[in-house]
């Protein structure tokens, strides 16, 4: 059981990006199931599942460890618990008779739905994202989202899991080759059903395409550039100056092209500039710096002066700002950076999406005094930074927001454990900095006015993407498509960059299950562009690079915008949710039988006893 798990885990670190090696996902599980179903033990069987999930974690989630050790160790073990769960329910099937065919890919499945939602969910590593590249194989994902996709390849695993029970039966042990049969044909005809639909799905939208009858959507511009992070003062290896001055440069470059829309990362650099906290008068206020107010309004300003092509304005700013830096840099007595200057020809004005905190006052009297937001701002020529937002609804756990701040449970105040949580944080600074954000209340979406037409659009922000909730909130939210396509906006220098290919892999999902295309703009990459059928182009490149060192610039593309249905996008999880219910059933059938055991036995036993007293009672 041993071996069998830990080939399973080679077979899984292999099958994701950035290895990605595709086809290992359709056998990856299968020495894992083979074990699961043959070993005597239980308890040998419960623990090596755990145990090779939790080493599994750890090496496929090395690039969150410089981010937190602590955080990092933790969700590997919490996340490793799924998979005795499965080998629950797996044998609790075998002792049923039913073929881990069927039973292995629904427990599987059904834990890949839980690590979605519990704790917020992590839905990182679902076995389909391993087939993302593979087009013909993930179109499915409009019917049944990516777990629909997780499915087929742990079927495959699944029927050469009961062949190989099959040939090393015991003779006490039934055989299934009707089960195997059938389960045999059954998942044959759903690839071949698989890579049929597929292959409509895309023909239809290539022919669709070539004959021009889709609509053209607008020409949208992403930029990257390269600043890593850490989670210590002061973060970043260049000044939150000097990473502006370069993005402002960068988005000068894309507007050459045209386009209607230019798309910075997510809180590319730290700033505070939502007018409505702009607005109001300086104060004193809790966890914001006075500061916050100057350089937030200078922030403003320029990207509004960037929108309406005043370039002049521009470098005005700019060179002031580089002239304080200047003046810093001589009584410090270092080498000042230099703020990379606009030129002087004339480019086309651009509406613009920035990713940046907001901050609203609430009160000195009242606790928290602040809210604090991870929001996209809308800027166009004529009026800069629009009143509307997007505020980020599904925040990261510790990463964005520490539980318990205004909890009570029972009438317990829990603030004092969110203290304690706080002061772990790498980002508290010991627990001196509350950084914890307040959740967004709705999926606002944003108006594109453009020479083709009104188009709308959603922001879903950094980890959002991974949700599928959170992008079908967009698209779907009522019942009907009210989304032309979605804007993700990232920051993943945090993380190693193993991390920069796996969260491009799942985005790609969000694309094909609501059927719309998606435009990326990431800080250190991967920034790109995704069809509607999942296909990634355009990205972001050099050397045939997309992420690295160096790896910066722009890239423009127009979107071509998909009117087609998709089930998933109307109803939702409802094949994970039917897994999970199978799933249920399977463990709630172990709990019962284990207690159903332990309660004869016991029953047994005293009847045993008294049994034995009443002949010795006679006896004597």
């Known amino acids: 059981m041993t071996f069998q798990t830990a080939l399973t885990v080679a077979l899984l670190l292999w099958a994701f990006p ?3 090696v595709w086809w ?29 999930g939790w080493i599994f974690y750890l090496i ?16 590997g ?24 065919i069927f039973t292995l890919p629904a427990a599987w499945v059904a834990t890949e739905y839980l690590r979605a939602w519990v704790m917020s969910g992590f839905p990182w590593f679902l076995i389909g994202h391993a087939l993302h590249n593979q ?12 777990y629909g996709v997780s499915f087929l390849a742990i079927a495959v695993a699944g029927v050469l ?46 022919s669709a395409a070539k004959a021009g009858k889709l609509r053209v959507g607008p020409k949208i511009s992403v930029i990257q550039e390269y600043y890593p992070l850490t989670n210590t003062p002061p973060y970043s290896r260049a000044s939150y100056p000097k990473i502006f001055a370069d993005y402002v440069a960068r988005a000068a470059d894309a507007a050459r092209d045209k386009p209607d829309l230019v798309v910075f990362p997510e809180t590319a650099w730290g700033g505070t500039q939502n007018r409505s906290f702009l607005s109001v008068e300086r104060r004193a206020v809790d966890d914001v710096d006075a500061s ?30 580089q002239g304080q830096l200047n003046d810093r840099a001589a009584r410090m007595k270092e080498t000042p950076e230099t703020l990379r200057l606009l030129s002087n020809e004339p480019a086309p004005p651009v509406r613009a999406v920035v990713g940046s905190v907001a901050i609203e006052l609430v009160s000195k009297e009242v606790y928290p005094p602040i809210l604090k937001y991870n929001s996209a701002l809308f800027y166009d020529p004529t009026t800069g930074q629009r009143e509307q937002r997007y505020d980020k609804i599904h925040l990261v756990p510790f990463g964005e927001l520490v539980p318990f701040r205004n909890g009570q449970f029972i009438g317990i105040n829990l603030h004092p454990l969110y203290r304690w949580l706080n002061s772990l944080s790498p980002f508290s600074q010991g627990g001196k900095v509350e950084y914890t954000l307040t959740p967004g209340a709705k999926f606002n979406t944003f108006a594109l006015e453009t020479e083709r037409g009104l188009f709308h659009f959603g922001v879903p922000i950094c980890y959002e993407d991974v949700m599928p909730y959170i992008s079908r909130g967009f698209v779907w939210g009522g019942g009907k498509k009210s989304c032309d396509f979605l804007v993700n906006i990232s920051n993943d220098g945090w993380f190693r960059e193993n991390e920069l290919p796996q969260h491009l892999a799942i985005c790609t999902f ?20 995704i069809d509607s059928n999942g296909r990634i182009h355009d990205a972001v490149e050099v050397d045939g690079r997309r992420f690295g060192e160096g790896v910066v610039g722009h890239r423009t593309a127009t979107l071509l915008l998909d009117d087609r249905d998709s089930l998933y996008g109307r109803v939702g999880d409802w094949f994970a949710r039917l897994c999970l219910a199978t799933g249920a059933a399977f463990w709630l059938e172990a709990i019962v039988a284990r207690w159903l055991f332990a309660i004869r036995h016991r029953v047994r036993r005293m009847t045993r006893l008294w049994r034995r007293r009443r002949t010795v009672k006679a006896a004597r």
Request: proline share 6%; aromatic share 14%; glycine share 8%.
């Open 18 to 20: 950035p290895n990605g």
């Open 24 to 52: 290992f996902a359709f056998l990856a599980l299968a020495p894992w199931g083979v074990g699961v179903c043959t070993c005597p033990r239980a308890w040998v069987i419960h623990w090596s599942s755990f145990l090779g």
């Open 60 to 75: 496929a989630l090395r690039w969150l460890m410089p981010v937190t050790g602590i955080g990092y160790a933790a969700l």
């Open 77 to 100: 073990f919490y996340l490793a618990l799924y998979w005795p769960m499965a080998a629950w329910a797996i044998r609790a099937g075998l002792r049923h008779g039913i073929t881990p």
């Open 135 to 146: 087009s013909h194989f993930v179109q499915i994902s409009d019917l049944t989202g990516a």
């Open 161 to 206: 899991v009961e062949w190989r029970c099959q040939m090393r039966r015991r003779p006490q042990q039934p055989a299934r080759p009707r089960q195997l049969r059938f389960g045999a044909i059954a998942v044959a005809g759903a690839t071949l059903a698989t890579l049929a639909y597929g292959a409509f799905r895309i023909h239809e939208y290539d």
């Open 292 to 321: 916050a107010w100057n350089s937030g309004q200078f922030f403003d300003a320029v990207i509004s002066a960037l929108c309406s092509a005043d370039y002049p304005e521009v470098n005005r700013r700019l060179s002031r700002l």
């Open 510 to 529: 969000r694309a094909i299950e609501n059927r719309v295309p998606i435009a990326r703009s990431v800080n250190t990459g991967i920034s790109a562009f």
